[in-house]
């Protein structure tokens, strides 16, 4: 049965009054690419500026909502992954390094020097605990939900949960587990897909298409995510019924992201036009800028170990590249729509976003 549109009579909640922000702009999370520096000037200027966590240590989450905690009173989002970790296996990471080993030959690296241990770790009771001492008002999520104890600690201090949703499925799947806005990522959203009732990424939606069909779908208010570079698409996606727009690709820029030097040149560069899923870096389909091993080796390979681990592999390659000023073995995540990315200071660009929003 279709549901009224969020934002109508029966649907009254603002999302941007519930969250205590100014402007409907809410900055992608970017694990690898930004720290609370980016989440701080984006907060200070009325967006909701987003922490990720994926990718840091307990310790180093610590210190990144120290910051926050210490340079804003405004709201702000804590944002985590939240897989199965898989289990090793060995035959198919053996594959796996015997399918990169011409790039470990022609970069020199030794293919024993590769490092253990995961890059990115799920939500669980130790980075809870942490978390606790901060109390964010707003958590967000990545590959579903974690466990429904988790999500009750995070409820203990008042957080506001939000999850991706990448199908109308997924969408009413997070709604029936009570979170508090869906964020609908279309397929032209940059990083990973985070999809989790599916696994087939041909038909996975665009932005305009899935915005609509989930706002229908469920009450809680929606939130688009996936190509929209500027003011236009904001309003455009305000338009067909979301609360809220997060924006990643174009935030890669700003002076406070920490995106390195060529992943930068390749979003300033033509080849930002042409981006891809790939499972190459990570495991798990995500979208960026086509480069040497997209073209060679897949985009998508079957044989790439499961999310997380078929990073490990690729990293050496991507020092050894990085520091000779090439981005062929590094992962260059960008959305479908690179035209927002300038190279201005975040808070201008929260603003400019805003400019058109709907009354
Ligand atoms: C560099 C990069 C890193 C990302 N990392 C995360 C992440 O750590 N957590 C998350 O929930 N989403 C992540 N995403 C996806 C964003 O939340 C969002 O869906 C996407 O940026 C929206 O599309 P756009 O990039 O076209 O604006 C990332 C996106 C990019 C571009």
């Not at 307990?58 to 944002?79: G, H, Y």
């Not at 939240?82 to 470990?104: G, I, K």
């Not at 990570?282 to 086509?290: E, K, L």
Request: charged residues 20%; contains cysteine; glycine residues 8%.
């Amino acid at each position: 049965m279709l549901r009224p549109q969020s934002g109508t009579e029966s649907n009254p909640v603002n999302l941007t009054q519930r969250l205590g922000i100014e402007l409907p702009i809410i900055q992608a999370p970017m694990a690898g690419s930004q720290g609370s520096a980016l989440a701080i000037a984006v907060s200070n200027a009325g967006g909701l500026g987003s922490q990720p966590c994926a990718m840091l240590t307990v310790d180093a989450m610590r210190k990144e909502l120290a910051a926050v905690r210490a340079a804003t009173s405004k709201p702000f989002n804590v944002n985590f992954f939240c897989h199965t970790p898989p289990r090793e296996d060995a035959a198919r990471d053996a594959a796996w390094r015997d399918a990169l080993a011409p790039y470990y030959r022609e970069l020199g690296v030794d293919p024993n020097d590769i490092p253990k241990g995961a890059p990115r770790r799920p939500f669980d009771a130790e980075y809870a605990d942490a978390l606790a001492e901060f109390a964010p008002p707003v958590v967000s999520f990545h590959f579903g939900l974690p466990s429904r104890d988790l999500i009750d600690r995070c409820r203990a201090w008042g957080a506001f949960i939000m999850s991706s949703a990448t199908t109308v499925d997924e969408a009413r799947w997070l709604e029936d587990r009570g979170v508090d806005a869906v964020i609908a990522q279309g397929a032209e959203a940059g990083g990973h897909r985070g999809m989790f009732l599916t696994d087939d990424v041909a038909t996975q939606v665009g932005t305009f298409a899935l915005l609509p069909q989930i706002v229908r779908a469920v009450r809680v208010p929606v939130i688009a995510a996936g190509g929209v570079a500027d003011a236009t698409g904001v309003a455009a996606a305000l338009a067909l019924g979301a609360s809220a727009v997060q924006i990643g690709t174009a935030y890669l820029l700003t002076s406070e992201a920490t995106t390195s030097a060529v992943h930068r040149a390749a979003l300033a560069s033509e080849a930002a036009r042409v981006t891809a899923l790939t499972n190459l870096f990570s495991g798990r389909p995500a979208r960026g800028i086509v480069n040497r091993l997209m073209r060679e080796v897949g985009p998508m390979s079957p044989i790439a170990p499961a999310f997380p681990l078929a990073a490990f592999a690729i990293a050496p390659l991507r020092v050894k590249g990085e520091a000779a000023g090439s981005g062929d073995f590094s992962p260059l995540w960008s959305g479908q729509n690179a035209t927002g990315c300038r190279a201005i200071p975040a808070a201008q660009l929260t603003r400019e976003l805003a400019v058109h929003r709907a009354a």
